[in-house]
């Protein structure tokens, strides 16, 4: 064991008497930061940015600033090559004929208004669970006042529809204006295996709107209601279905195309 009471001076290590510490330090700080230096590893992406690649991207702006700059004369028309004529370009537009059978113009306009119908009395107009039938049905197929009623009033309390006993609450399809009415009824009047053969007219749905204009806002009516005060036919005169009409303003076309 090492004798404890040696003087201080005798623990030290040690060294030459030509040794300079400091310098010697300074020789092991300086090689262990070399070292680091060489064997530091570059991530990727960390690497500096070639000058030339700099160079490259800034001729290739350049020239593309240029090209922009200069592109109104190079794609100028002007002056155009003597007798040019610019081409009429197709826009996009409805190339469909414009008028046609007033029935085809209210059973197209009624099929697109059906879509919210169709939640509850089906696509085919069977009907779903709770919701009558459309397809044969008496009140779609009878007096056309009693089925608007239904359709601008909605419906409450028990319904017999084709023998079934429906006890089912119907919201009001209203608001309609006059056409969209007649062409509602028009098209689940003559769908689903529903053959009237006729059209309910706009004049005719206009008056069911002055009809439901005595009866309380926002009020459903009752099966009882319909037939004790509605089981007959709209007033207004009755149209060929065949008829032809412009199919934006329903109105008569007095020269039809192709008719002489």
């Not at 530091?40 to 690497?47: L, S």
């Not at 004529?85 to 113009?105: H, Q």
């Not at 397809?135 to 309390?157: C, H, P, Y």
């Given at each position: 064991?090492?004798d ?12 030459e008497?030509?040794?300079?510490v ?11 930061v070399?070292?680091a230096r ?5 991530e ?7 000058l ?7 001729i ?24 040019y ?14 008028s046609?059978?007033i ?8 099929q ?26 008496e ?8 089925f608007?009623m ?28 006059a056409?969209e ?31 439901q204009?005595?009866r309380?806002a926002?009020?459903?009516i ?19 279905p ?19």
């Amino acid at each position: 064991m090492a004798d404890s009471n040696q003087p201080a001076d005798s623990k030290r290590p040690d060294l030459e008497e030509s040794t300079n510490v400091a310098e010697t330090h300074a020789s092991l700080i300086e090689g262990g930061v070399a070292q680091a230096r060489e064997k530091r590893i570059k991530e990727t992406g960390m690497e500096p940015v070639s000058l030339w690649v700099i160079l490259a991207s800034a001729i290739v702006l350049l020239v593309g600033g240029s090209v922009i700059g200069a592109g109104g004369k190079l794609l100028a028309y002007s002056p155009h090559p003597q007798g040019y004529i610019r081409a009429d370009f197709p826009t996009g537009g409805n190339d469909g004929p414009t008028s046609g059978p007033i029935y085809d113009a209210l059973f197209k306009r009624g099929q697109k208004l059906f879509a919210k119908c169709s939640g509850c009395h089906g696509s085919t107009g069977e009907g779903n669970a709770g919701f009558p039938p459309l397809a044969g049905s008496e009140w779609v197929q009878g007096n056309t006042e009693r089925f608007a009623m239904i359709v601008l009033n909605g419906l409450k309390d028990p319904i017999t529809v084709k023998g079934n006993t429906y006890n089912g609450s119907m919201p009001s399809q209203a608001p309609l204006t006059a056409t969209e009415l007649a062409a509602l009824m028009t098209f689940v009047r003559n769908n689903f295996g529903n053959a009237m053969g006729d059209i309910v007219t706009p004049e005719q749905a206009a008056a069911a709107l002055e009809i439901q204009k005595s009866r309380p806002a926002g009020q459903q009516i009752t099966a009882d209601e319909l037939n004790a005060t509605h089981d007959q036919m709209l007033e207004g005169d009755p149209i060929d279905p065949t008829t032809v009409v412009d199919f934006e303003t329903l109105e008569p076309v007095e020269d039809p195309p192709g008719v002489k």
